[in-house]
């Protein structure tokens, strides 16, 4: 008998958090200036999802973890280049948009397909895992989504803790209102986990980790099957920053005591 | 042209009633309501007896009322849950459905949508009509960048944070309430919903209703003036400041992330704190930040605060830069100290 999880995360890449971003409008919808020379990191919650997954592998003999990404074929051979020596993983790549501006339910459709492909996933023992949301679309919903098309109807949102029994029940923390937890046991996989932060620090860089990652990073990058989103149904009427620059005001070399009164007042007023 | 059917859905909370993100969601499907000409308003809640909150809200104009109700839909599960949302969806034909972005709706509704076959934007923050056109507004990028946007497929969920709209109010109304029959499926059974567990913390410090944010930086973990580090007097000096001002609690990533890597900080603070990037947007009047440096991942997490002040040594940090309206240069211990006692 098998045992272990199949666990499969999704995850792409974003815009890195420091890069300034500005809206244009490209041929079929809006875009990103200069998209495809921003430097890109490992979608932030997608990240912590993936590291909670190999965990879990690491504890669970017999378990696999596959990162189903879906970018342009370049850039996600990038990303590989940054987080393939962090945990073992084997990438299913798919070659298209990365932008947050495409239609969640096209993604999940792509995503979806591509895990369905996948010739060796025991759907039986899949862990379907991804971010809460992303840092792009930022819509919190393609992991239900993929979820729902894949027929898992155990689910849970912004999770910060797995937990697995000897018996191979789950206890899984969900992050709800007023800062509290949302304590549920379920009977075992399938389920989909969209986590938070998680517990996990990022682990190091460990290039045994990389050299293994590397041998079925390339031929993924190579076989990744393009993604063929329609033209969006969705009319984009504007796009723009925020205009909330502050005019500050510098409070400085004022005696404490009058900073603390006038604090004080605001809080109170 | 389509003649818009909109469906408020809601859930009920643990006393049997709906939540103040539920009303207010309510108040904008109303005002949506009232903006589509020729369109319909119906309603739908989920809960144990979600029969007595249809009832309570009949007076919102909707011309057809509509509950599932039970033991099984009295938590917030995904299975039971989207049932539940399937079932009053399709009952109800409706080509609008607007729900508030709870942490239960944010789980169910997507998997809802999908199973219905229907398009879906969350965290909306705003409807605009131009004739039979419905516009919204949403963020990406987190929060980033503002985008207004339409569709044309129907049906289209929409979840509405909560902040945007004043709470329903209305007198109850003479409309029946139709009680629909949602059939229970072994799947109900595979998740057990055990309750809720407040996060290890000496207090709760996340108070989503309160006025104010303060926001605590990685800068009360460093050494002071005199070469040492005070974590127990800031952890005194912060805790007493949210005593007294009832303000919820915010946090720096690179503050939380200290506890995550094994380092000594404040155990009344934890992830769930963290405001930003890779944290929360939350919606306060007023926040005022002491010892962050105000960097961008950051203060997109201020989005939805109005007033902003913030305390650092540095006159050139982030704050300074356009993101705060009042920026004081002073010691955050010794200020916020005194702010505290002034309170």
């Keep these: 008998m098998s045992t272990g999880f199949h666990i499969v995360v999704?995850?792409?890449?974003?815009?890195?958090?420091?890069?300034?971003?500005?809206?244009?409008?490209?041929?079929?919808?809006?875009?990103?200036?200069?998209?495809?020379?921003?430097?890109?990191?490992?979608?932030?919650?997608?990240?912590?999802?993936?590291?909670?997954?190999?965990?879990?592998?690491?504890?669970?003999?017999?378990?696999?973890?596959?990162?189903?990404?879906?970018?342009?074929?370049?850039?996600?051979?990038?990303?590989?280049?940054?987080?393939?020596?962090?945990?073992?993983?084997?990438?299913?790549?798919?070659?298209?948009?990365?932008?947050?501006?495409?239609?969640?339910?096209?993604?999940?459709?792509?995503?979806?397909?591509?895990?369905?492909?996948i010739p060796a996933l025991d759907r039986t023992r899949m862990l379907l895992f991804g971010g809460c949301a992303s840092a792009s679309r930022d819509a919190g919903v393609t992991v239900q989504l993929v979820g729902e098309r894949l027929g898992v109807t155990d689910q849970f949102l912004a999770a910060d803790e797995l937990t697995v029994s000897a018996e191979g029940t789950f206890t899984i923390l969900e992050r709800v209102e007023g800062g509290k937890y949302l304590v549920s046991e379920v009977a075992g996989p399938p389920c989909a986990i969209a986590w938070a932060t998680g517990n996990l620090p990022e682990p190091p860089n460990n290039p045994q980790v990389g050299m293994q990652n590397m041998r079925t990073l390339m031929p993924a990058l190579q076989k990744a099957q393009p993604a063929q989103f329609g033209k969006q149904e969705t009319v984009f009427h504007s796009v723009e920053i925020?205009?909330?620059?502050?005019?500050?005001?510098?409070?400085?070399?004022?005696?404490?005591?009058?900073?603390?009164?006038?604090i004080a007042d605001w809080i109170k007023g | 042209m389509t003649i818009e059917t909109i469906l408020f859905v809601a859930h009920t909370e643990e006393d049997g009633s709906l939540g103040r993100a539920a009303l207010e969601c309510l108040t904008g499907a109303v005002e949506l309501h009232r903006q589509i000409a020729g369109?319909?308003?119906?309603?739908?809640?989920?809960?144990?007896?979600?029969?007595?909150?249809?009832?309570?809200?009949?007076?919102?104009?909707?011309?057809?009322?509509?509950?599932?109700?039970?033991?099984?839909?009295?938590?917030?599960?995904?299975?039971?849950?989207?049932?539940?949302?399937?079932?009053?969806?399709?009952?109800?034909?409706?080509?609008?459905?607007?729900?508030?972005?709870?942490?239960?709706?944010?789980?169910?509704?997507?998997?809802?949508?999908?199973?219905i076959g229907g398009k879906i934007d969350t965290h909306v923050g705003g409807f605009l009509v131009n004739g039979a056109e419905v516009t919204i507004q949403r963020g990406y990028?987190?929060?980033?960048?503002?985008?207004?946007?339409?569709?044309?497929?129907?049906?289209?969920?929409?979840?509405?944070?909560?902040?945007?709209?004043?709470?329903?109010?209305?007198?109850?109304a003479n409309t029946p309430v139709e009680s629909l029959t949602v059939a229970t499926s072994d799947a109900f059974n595979r998740t057990k919903v055990v309750g809720y567990r407040a996060p290890e913390a000496d207090a709760q410090t996340i108070r989503p209703d309160a006025n104010l944010?303060?926001?605590?930086?990685?800068?009360?973990?460093?050494?002071?003036?005199?070469?040492?580090?005070?974590?127990?007097?800031?952890?005194?000096?912060?805790?007493?400041?949210?005593?007294?001002?009832?303000?919820?609690?915010?946090?720096?990533?690179s503050l939380v992330d200290q506890s995550t890597e094994g380092h000594n900080v404040f155990s009344f603070m934890s992830h769930l704190n963290q405001v930003g990037q890779t944290g929360a947007t939350p919606r306060h009047a007023k926040g005022l930040s002491a010892c962050c440096h105000g960097e961008e991942p950051h203060v997109v997490g201020w989005r939805f605060i109005g007033e902003r002040r913030a305390i650092n040594l540095d006159a050139?940090?982030?704050?300074?830069?356009?993101?705060?309206?009042?920026?004081?240069?002073?010691?955050?211990?010794?200020?916020?100290k005194k702010v505290g006692e002034l309170l």
């Design chain 2, 213 to 253: 944010l303060f926001v605590a930086g990685v800068g009360w973990t460093k050494k002071q003036a005199d070469g040492q580090v005070h974590l127990t007097e800031a952890a005194d000096i912060i805790l007493g400041f949210l005593d007294k001002s009832k303000a919820s609690l915010g946090s720096s990533k």
């Design chain 1, 242 to 262: 925020p205009k909330q620059e502050r005019r500050t005001r510098i409070v400085k070399d004022v005696p404490i005591d009058e900073m603390a009164r006038e």
């Design chain 2, 141 to 172: 990028y987190r929060q980033r960048m503002i985008a207004t946007l339409t569709r044309a497929a129907r049906p289209w969920f929409v979840t509405i944070d909560a902040g945007l709209f004043p709470k329903f109010e209305g007198a109850a």
């Design chain 1, 10 to 117: 999704l995850g792409s890449l974003v815009p890195d958090l420091l890069q300034t971003l500005e809206p244009v409008q490209g041929p079929t919808g809006p875009a990103l200036k200069n998209e495809m020379m921003l430097p890109a990191v490992l979608d932030p919650w997608a990240a912590h999802a993936l590291f909670e997954a190999a965990h879990l592998a690491a504890k669970t003999p017999g378990s696999k973890v596959w990162l189903v990404s879906l970018g342009p074929k370049a850039k996600l051979q990038q990303l590989m280049m940054s987080i393939a020596q962090k945990v073992p993983f084997e990438l299913v790549a798919i070659d298209g948009p990365s932008s947050g501006f495409t239609d969640p339910t096209e993604v999940a459709a792509a995503l979806a397909g591509a895990i369905e492909k």
């Design chain 2, 39 to 115: 369109a319909s308003l119906v309603a739908g809640v989920i809960g144990v007896d979600a029969t007595a909150a249809a009832v309570a809200i009949s007076g919102c104009g909707a011309s057809k009322l509509f509950a599932v109700s039970g033991p099984e839909f009295a938590m917030s599960r995904y299975a039971s849950d989207t049932a539940a949302l399937d079932s009053i969806c399709r009952t109800s034909g409706a080509t609008i459905i607007v729900a508030p972005a709870t942490s239960r709706f944010n789980r169910a509704v997507p998997g809802a949508a999908q199973r």
């Design chain 2, 316 to 336: 050139n940090c982030g704050w300074a830069q356009g993101k705060t309206d009042v920026l004081y240069i002073a010691d955050a211990f010794a200020l916020v």
